[in-house]
């Protein structure tokens, strides 16, 4: 059988529908296969919704501070389903805009559950249609862009009944508001759900395994970030271990041990956070003798695997698991498929967390220097000196800049605070271009922005910080 397309792609999230755009700008034939929603978890069950649902949050809990500004107004209050509708509004807003693109760039859209078998110049791709019946396509290659899924724990009877154990999708489209939760997990995902239902007035309380929140952040941001959130009324158990999860009547008990104490946490509703599993399972991919790495598919650095015509991007094909990452794969895939000489860049992949306060972060922690003994210049500033965060009254927070002592080449900066998500990319872009602290103390910051403390962060690094 002949190939009927140059590229199917399997999953239409960040990673898939980004590089099916790319293939068919490349002049490629390229069809894309979707079992759920176009977009993905990504527009549909994650990074969108949840900033939608974030910023209702923020809103509301910014009328707490009206005096602070010289303002005052009576009776706030919050419509839950409204909120929730709203957000659901913007996923389908986000989906439909997917779809157009797809549609503009002559990609075929099969609605269905694809897997695949051996084929000629790729694995065959057999789609189990929505509407019925299956259709199998030869391709001269194939994408998996499959994504992952929440992961569960039922050894601990941490698993997902979207009543009293929510995962993110129960967390994103709840039928009420309960009083109380327990996030276990205090990575991006757990610390966004804690902020939005404690902007909404929950009693929330975070358990964390590791010694300290948000594990992968730089230790100064983890702890300012726990002060942070501890201000606006969240709780936090740390180096707690949890054991058991059960439920009863009432909502659900999380037995947890920290420092080999047993304690015992209950509430109405326990949000699981733990992290992700590849969609790897049931595809075909064990018979093609597709390599795997703890369930994440094993692709070299064009994002091809071991078996011939197949490409693997985005969640499925490991860490980190960003949008942005599974998209920036996604392109590359794209380009090699079509031959195309993409440019040799080095882009470092930053990390966002959108709660109240924001954290972003690009490239090395200071622990992480010191781990690999690099000689490092570090820099600090913090937004209570400057201007523009002073005026919005948004002074919690800082800039962190790790330079190479020897290189003065800037290699991590960590930033936590009102719209720093917005900010970080000015350091991925140095970095990128390998810019050293030379470079950063010649660039010219507008006035008054908060981004200043970005220049003076770098600056501090080497003794010549102006304002403080
Ligand atoms: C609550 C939450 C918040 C998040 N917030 C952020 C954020 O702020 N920033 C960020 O960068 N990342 C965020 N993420 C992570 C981000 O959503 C993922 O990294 C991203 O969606 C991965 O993109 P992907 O294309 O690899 O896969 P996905 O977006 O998971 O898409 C995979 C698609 O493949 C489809 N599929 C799977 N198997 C098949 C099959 N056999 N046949 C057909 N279709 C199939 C699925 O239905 C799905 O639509 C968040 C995740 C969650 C859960």
Redesign the pocket.
């Known amino acids: 059988m002949a190939a009927e397309f140059d590229l199917v792609v399997?999953?239409?999230?960040?990673?898939?529908y980004v590089a099916a755009i790319r293939a068919s700008q490349l002049g490629l034939k390229v069809a894309i296969?979707?079992?759920?929603?176009l977009g993905?978890?990504?527009l549909n069950?994650?990074?969108i919704p949840?900033?939608a649902l974030l910023k209702s949050g923020e809103k509301f809990e910014s009328l707490s501070h009206l005096k602070e500004y010289g303002l005052s107004a009576s009776g706030a209050s919050f419509d839950f389903d409204a909120i929730i509708q709203r957000s659901r509004g913007v996923a389908a807003t986000m989906n439909k805009g997917v779809a157009y693109l797809m549609k503009k760039n002559k990609i075929e859209v099969i609605e269905?559950?694809?897997?695949l078998e051996k084929g000629a110049a790729a694995p065959k791709v057999v789609v189990a249609l929505k509407a019925g019946g299956t259709r199998a396509i030869e391709a001269k290659t194939v994408m998996l862009?499959?994504?992952?899924r929440a992961r569960a724990l039922p050894q601990i009877g941490l698993e997902a009944d979207g009543d009293k154990i929510w995962a993110?999708r129960d967390a994103?489209a709840p039928k009420k508001l309960p009083k109380t939760f327990v996030v276990i997990g205090s990575g991006?995902?757990g610390i966004?759900f804690a902020s939005f239902y404690r902007a909404l007035g929950a009693e929330v309380t975070v358990v964390e395994a590791v010694d300290r929140i948000m594990p992968v952040e730089d230790e100064e941001v983890s702890k300012a970030a726990q002060k942070s959130f501890e201000k606006r009324g969240i709780k936090f158990k740390v180096g707690a271990k949890v054991t058991k999860v059960s439920k009863d009547s009432k909502g659900v008990k999380v037995a947890v041990e920290v420092n080999g104490n047993a304690e015992t946490l209950e509430a109405e509703v326990c949000i699981s956070a733990v992290g992700i599993t590849a969609?790897t399972d049931g595809?075909g991919l064990e018979a093609l003798g597709v390599e795997l790495d703890r369930g994440h598919i094993k692709t070299d650095s064009h994002c091809q695997t071991n078996v011939k015509g197949l490409y693997a991007?985005?969640?499925?094909a490991g860490a980190p698991?960003?949008?942005?990452k599974?998209s920036h794969e996604g392109i590359h895939a794209a380009e090699h498929i079509a031959a195309y000489k993409t440019p040799n860049v080095h882009s470092p992949i930053a990390g966002?967390t959108?709660a109240q306060p924001q954290v972003a972060s690009v490239g090395i922690t200071e622990q992480g220097a010191r781990a690999e003994k690099r000689e490092v210049k570090i820099g600090r500033f913090p937004f209570r000196v400057n201007g523009k965060a002073v005026a919005a009254g948004e002074i919690d927070g800082f800039v962190k800049v790790i330079f190479d002592a020897q290189t003065g080449a800037l290699i991590g900066a960590h930033m936590i605070g009102h719209e720093v998500t917005e900010m970080i990319q000015g350091y991925v872009t140095a970095i990128t271009m390998e810019a050293t602290e030379e470079d950063i103390h010649g660039i010219v910051y507008p006035h008054p922005t908060m981004s200043e403390a970005m220049h003076e962060a770098a600056l501090d690094a080497y003794g010549r910080v102006i304002h403080i």
């Open positions: 399997i999953g239409s999230g960040p990673g898939g296969v979707e079992r759920e929603n993905g978890i990504c069950w994650g990074c949840t900033k269905g559950s694809a897997t862009a499959v994504g992952a993110y994103l991006a995902i966004e969609n595809i991007i985005g969640d499925c698991w960003l949008a942005h599974a966002c959108y």
